[in-house]
């Protein structure tokens, strides 16, 4: 079941730099979209979310963007910082009464100091 | 910060032994779910719990596993007779009143079953 992927493991930027992290999902019927971050050993922490009226939401250095055509939605991290390498998950939430999340695989983000 | 708590961090048990794993969810949280990552995998959903009932369960969740509240704090996962595939990172979660937005999770309980 591959409802949502993120089709790059892993993402190496230089800090300062915008980092650019990409899902894309195959249900239609998904309505809200959530990334989470994710340290070795920790649970997942939100980060950052957007409903699927919208087609960006911005929050300090975060910002996601949903393309609803493509279905498909990334994350800005800019400028990007050591403290942001982490695993991160991008994750979708179907319309009706079922809440839970469906997640990609997630893709390891690297920022070089 | 308020947050979701889970114990124990780390439990090593024999295959067809018992465990239960403990969470207790954040205080105002009315919606309730457990999720598993086996190592190297993506995040998985395994059962939500409402109002003293499941809501919505995987595949995963079958019938050697089971979800209680037992009492107005705490949030508990039962797998009666551990195999071991089930050995995994399980994270507990709650979210608002109304089940929308995002989900906090718990640290994680690793389970390894030898």
């Known amino acids: 079941d591959q409802q949502v992927k993120q089709n790059s493991p892993s993402l190496s930027v230089q800090e300062g730099r915008i980092s650019i992290l990409n899902c894309d999902y195959t249900?239609?019927?998904?309505?809200?979209f959530l990334w989470y971050k994710k340290y070795p050993a920790e649970g997942p922490t939100f980060l950052i979310s957007?409903?699927?009226?919208?087609d960006k939401n911005e929050d300090g250095r975060f910002t996601v963007f949903l393309n609803k055509s493509a279905k498909h939605l990334s994350l800005h991290i800019v400028p990007s910082q050591p403290g942001d390498s982490a695993v991160y998950f991008c994750?979708?939430?179907?319309?009706?009464?079922?809440?839970?999340?469906?997640f990609g695989s997630g893709t390891q983000l690297t920022v070089l100091p | 910060e308020p947050e979701v708590t889970q114990t124990p961090s780390h439990q090593v048990t024999q295959m067809g032994q018992e465990v239960i794993l403990r969470c207790v969810p954040i205080?105002?949280?009315?919606?309730f779910y457990w999720y598993r990552q086996i190592l190297g995998q993506k995040v998985e959903f395994l059962v939500s719990f409402y109002n003293n009932e499941i809501s919505e369960k995987s595949e995963i969740f079958d019938d050697q596993f089971s979800v209680e509240r037992p009492d107005g704090s705490n949030f508990t996962l039962k797998i009666r007779s551990t195999k071991l595939e089930d050995s995994a990172m399980y994270f507990c979660a709650s979210s608002t009143r109304t089940g929308l937005g995002e989900l906090f999770f718990g640290e994680g309980s690793r389970l390894t079953v030898l």
């Open positions: 957007i409903s699927s009226i919208k």
């Open positions: 205080s105002n949280h009315l919606y």
């Open positions: 249900n239609s019927m998904f309505d809200y």
């Open positions: 994750a979708a939430r179907g319309s009706g009464s079922a809440r839970q999340l469906t």
